[in-house]
């Protein structure tokens, strides 16, 4: 059961089966919860196939956050205009998720930190020490910071510090 009352629905044209079996295996404790199929009834306004996977609900980090993954159609595709943050640890974390979300995503569509997966979802992977340094009341050592992230696609945290430092 979802612990939140928002669940963010992603659509997609025939893959939502298996974009949710690629997120479940890079988030700890993920799980497929449910799987809806088509029926005959629609078909008009559908078009596809009865038994076909119409949606695959899915929870990942210890089932806090909720996912619905609908096949569509191809009326709709991603963009970064809307976009997953992952909180991270640390370089090594940046470094596994970076790794797993963007094999065989689009290269070309990755810059300070956001990477987007094969699906054409969009992700940013952030240290959370970015965060305090581009929050710090110093606006000459965040403006450092700003400036070395924007050359960046992985994002780098030994980089981002000796920015910070002015070194």
């Known amino acids: 059961m979802?612990?939140?009352?928002?669940?963010?629905?992603?659509?997609?044209?025939?893959?939502?089966?298996?974009?949710?079996?690629?997120y479940t295996t890079i988030f700890p404790n993920s799980r497929i919860t449910t799987t809806q199929y088509y029926t005959d009834?629609?078909?008009?306004?559908?078009?596809?196939?009865?038994?076909?996977v119409m949606v695959v609900e899915f929870t990942i980090?210890?089932?806090q956050h909720t996912f619905t993954a609908l096949n569509g159609?191809?009326?709709?595709?991603f963009s970064e205009a809307i976009s997953f943050q992952i909180d991270c640890e640390d370089q090594d974390e940046?470094?596994?998720?970076?790794?797993k979300l963007s094999a065989g995503g689009?290269?070309?569509r990755q810059q300070c930190g956001w990477v987007v997966d094969k699906f054409g979802l969009a992700w940013q992977v952030i240290p959370r020490r970015l965060k305090e340094m581009l929050s710090d009341k110093d606006r000459v050592k965040s403006s450092r910071v700003t400036e070395s992230m924007m050359r960046m696609?992985?994002?780098?945290?030994?980089?981002?510090?000796?920015?910070?430092?002015?070194?």
């Open 61 to 63: 980090f210890n089932g």
């Open 41 to 52: 009834a629609g078909k008009e306004y559908h078009g596809r196939e009865a038994g076909s």
């Open 2 to 22: 979802s612990l939140s009352k928002i669940t963010p629905c992603l659509w997609f044209d025939g893959q939502a089966e298996e974009a949710a079996q690629f």
């Open 73 to 77: 159609g191809p009326q709709f595709t």
């Open 153 to 167: 696609k992985k994002l780098d945290v030994v980089q981002l510090e000796r920015a910070f430092e002015g070194a």
């Open 94 to 99: 940046v470094n596994y998720y970076w790794d």
């Open 106 to 108: 689009d290269e070309r």
